[in-house]
């Protein structure tokens, strides 16, 4: 589990509930199943019109990554790829096809075949990184699904709270009734505000932040294949790819 978000949404959470009960008030207060409905039900509609469906269905696939640490340990991805590089400096690279079975990484895979079967480092790296720009505007889109939800949320939230003045005003003659139907219409409000700031702008942060460490991975895996396929001496390799590893360690902070 990703300790960060699970972290923060218990502490923000918290800290607003406890702040309404230190004020006199409950917890069964904000808790209008119409207003949640309408907020929720009005955003995912708005997004669905701004988005193709097949991106906002594989956005909320990918929102598994902001409550899962998945990422592969970048020093790992080091030692198997001066692993490749020492075998193939010893026994050539066409001896590397035998590891392609065992590999589970998709783009190191893919990687590792087109080098195998000979192409040239050169076209090589244009493949990779026409499929890179490819990944990362895809990364982008999944994003922006979560941010675009976090500027619908609150305006709809508005709309819940003008339909519950609307039902409000329609009962004047009841004074206790008003008050009761104020408090409930801003509920809706809270809700739009709430959800936009808690969770689907956040969301939309930190699939960007894990989009970016994965695509790290994939440049030090298309950089290890290219080396490799030159023949560059494993030590040197190491040392080009730990380069790699500084951005990483500089966003560990932020998942710990």
Do not use: C
Not at 64 to 90: H, I, M
Not at 120 to 140: I, T, Y
Not at 149 to 175: D, E, R, S, Y
Not at 216 to 232: D, K, P, Y
Request: glycine share 10%; proline share 4%; no cysteine.
């Amino acid at each position: 589990m990703d300790k960060s978000t699970i972290g923060g949404i218990f502490l923000a959470v918290g800290g607003i509930l406890l702040g309404l009960l230190l004020e006199g008030g409950r917890v069964s207060q904000i808790l209008q199943p119409t207003a949640a409905m309408i907020v929720l039900g009005g955003t995912m509609g708005a997004v669905m019109v701004q988005f193709p469906l097949a991106t906002v269905v594989q956005a909320f696939k990918k929102l598994a990554w902001v409550f899962l640490d998945k990422a592969e340990d970048p020093s790992r991805l080091v030692e198997t790829l001066v692993g490749f590089a020492q075998r193939a400096r010893k026994n050539g690279i066409v001896s590397l096809d035998a590891e392609l079975t065992n590999i589970k990484d998709p783009f190191l895979k893919r990687a590792l075949t087109l080098a195998v079967d000979g192409i040239e480092p050169e076209e090589l790296r244009k493949m990779m990184e026409s499929e890179l720009d490819s990944q990362a505007e895809h990364s982008e889109k999944i994003a922006q699904v979560f941010e675009s939800a976090g500027g619908f949320a609150p305006t709809i939230g508005i709309i819940g709270a003008v339909l519950g003045l609307i039902q409000v005003m329609q009962h004047l003659a009841n004074i206790d009734e008003v008050g009761k139907g104020i408090a409930v219409a801003f509920v809706a409000t809270i809700y739009g505000v709430g959800s936009a700031n808690l969770f689907f702008l956040p969301s939309s942060g930190k699939l960007k932040i894990k989009g970016r460490e994965e695509q790290v991975l994939r440049e030090m895996t298309m950089e290890g294949v290219i080396s490799i396929l030159e023949g560059m001496n494993p030590r040197i390799l190491e040392t080009k790819l730990e380069g790699y590893l500084f951005e990483q360690e500089q966003e560990e902070p932020q998942k710990a």
